[in-house]
DNA sequence: AGAATCCATTAATCTACATTAAGAAATGAG
DNA sequence: CTCATTTCTTAATGTAGATTAATGGATTCT
């Protein structure tokens, strides 16, 4: 845990780094976005004084958010060694990444893409909720989901 | 904490309700949602086995999901008694419900409303980054953002 | 079993928002 | 101060996905 002074423009952190690391920002302005195939950024989160951005990954998985500053800003960066919190935070963590890549999904993702991304993340539910559902889920109509999966097999 | 069973299409949850609980299941399916002003549903998460659900917001306050079960389930209600965990749950918990309203906005409001819920809820923001800023954490394109407010104040 | 409800699919039409392009205004660097 | 870059605005056109509506097949209820 150390404290940082970065300048505006300065990059903390970028997509598939490993062991990312929580930024705290004491004061400044610091932003964490996504740069999309067609190399749109799509801001997730704005950090401002006394707030916190940062992946909430496993050491050992590649983050997927860019972190830069928009302001010159003061900033704790904090490690994340979960262990000792174990369980409690784990799970936190886990339903915080979760809420994370599906804000991701429906801002840079169209309708198939985000289909095929639930179909990898969540196979057994698809089994055991009715389309419409996984529609409403998705964030698309049911007729949609029903279009794309035609296209998707012929 | 106690264990109950519920059957298919039992509502767990209301939205309003004040010292909202949180959900652990044990065997089955729940699913959160919202309602849309049209009455459409949005759902928000669905939970099986060993997966959690519920709002994480303080006890004072009106909770924004309703749950149901999917399937016939066991659950787990676990009281929300967060003081004792103190300051580092409690900022999870704050982060939690940032990006489950986000995801709420993403999926069922207008260009329009989600602007003005991000004008209400980050006031100082918008004085200190540019308005494509604004527009790609909103999720839509700066020419729209300016085509709103123009309508807006005419 | 028969009735009622729910669900998936298709097709036609509609709309919110994206994209593109171009000029005006603001910001910033030397 | 001035030129360059970034940002904002406006308008024209394009498109992904919504909406509506109709049909047939599944489920569930009594």
């Given at each position: 845990m150390k404290r940082i002074h970065v300048k505006k423009g300065e990059i903390l952190q970028r997509r598939g780094e490993l062991d990312s690391k929580v930024y705290h920002v004491v004061s400044g302005l610091l932003r964490s976005y996504t740069l999309d195939e067609k190399g749109k950024e799509h801001i997730f989160m704005f950090a401002h004084e006394n707030w916190t951005v940062g992946d909430?990954?496993?050491?050992d998985v590649p983050c997927e958010l860019y972190i830069d500053a928009l302001e010159e800003s003061d900033v704790w960066v904090l490690q994340k060694d979960i262990k000792r919190e174990a369980q409690n935070v784990g799970a936190f963590l886990k339903r915080l990444s979760v809420l994370q890549k599906r804000i991701i999904m429906l801002m840079s993702a169209s309708a198939i893409e985000r289909f095929e991304h639930f179909e990898k993340t969540y196979p057994d539910i698809i089994q055991r909720v009715p389309q419409k559902m996984i529609a409403s889920y998705l964030g698309i109509a049911p007729e949609t989901l029903s279009k794309i999966k035609r296209e998707r097999y012929k």
């Open positions: 909430n990954l496993p050491k």
